[in-house]
């Protein structure tokens, strides 16, 4: 049973994504759209995200418009998606994600920032599952050195096991996502890709053919 399930997977989420694909465009296939316009985005900006560190890097989260408050007590929560590069050097189709996070302070306002989060290890992310995995606590995140190669960037030898990246407004907005938690968006998962998939599966497939996550992939590669 268990071979039969890993041969069904890519057929089986080859006509899910067919079926997708047909209908009108859904939330899920606009927020892969979204995660590809804020790379796009931070590929054209002067100091964008080094190419080598997503050449070496093995994971990636992108949050289109993760809304930021703080009014005494602070929270975060945004929903995007994650993908990591599988075994053969390609990247995985895209699981979706919610990041969700609390902070005390003292500055009021609400903020929309679009965030990427560049990991190390796969393992990271594939390990990921109902909120049980704190930014902070699980792997630590550093802010992220930029331009388009670390080189000119001494101080940086790619060390952290998470980089982050974000910007509000056309530029960089410095952000903590330490003690913020992240989890698979089960519900998302099963509308774009149907029920019988875990984000496990999905982690391990990358052949799909819907356009949103060709175009998603073709962005990645020409970070």
């Known amino acids: 049973m268990k071979t039969l399930k890993i041969l069904g997977i890519p057929l089986l989420l080859s006509l899910f994504i067919v079926f997708a694909s047909a209908t009108d465009v859904s939330k899920e296939t606009e927020r892969v759209n979204k995660a ?26 992108i949050i289109p418009g993760l809304i930021n408050a703080s009014f005494g007590i602070g929270g975060k929560r945004g929903k995007g998606i994650a993908i990591v590069r599988l075994p053969n050097g390609k990247w995985s189709d895209p699981v979706f994600i919610t990041l969700t ?16 989060l560049v990991f190390r290890h796969s393992g990271a992310l594939t390990k990921v599952k109902n909120g049980d995995f704190t930014i902070g606590g699980d792997v ?53 890709y149907g029920p019988a998939f875990t984000s496990q599966d999905l ?4 052949k799909s053919k819907n356009e949103s996550i060709v175009a998603l992939k073709t962005t990645l590669a020409g970070m």
């Open 36 to 61: 590809t316009d804020v790379l796009k985005t931070f590929r054209g900006m002067k100091e964008s995200i080094p190419h080598d560190l997503i050449a070496k890097y093995n994971g990636i989260v």
């Open 101 to 116: 996070g609390g902070s005390v302070g003292f500055q009021a306002g609400v903020q929309s920032i679009d965030l990427v």
């Open 140 to 192: 630590s995140a550093a802010a992220g050195p930029v331009g388009r190669s670390t080189s000119a960037n001494t101080d940086y030898k790619l060390e952290a096991e998470v980089y982050s990246y974000s910007r509000s407004r056309g530029l960089f907005a410095g952000i903590s996502i330490n003690g913020s938690n992240l989890s698979i968006d089960k519900s998302a998962d099963a509308n774009f």
């Open 203 to 206: 982690f391990a497939y990358g």
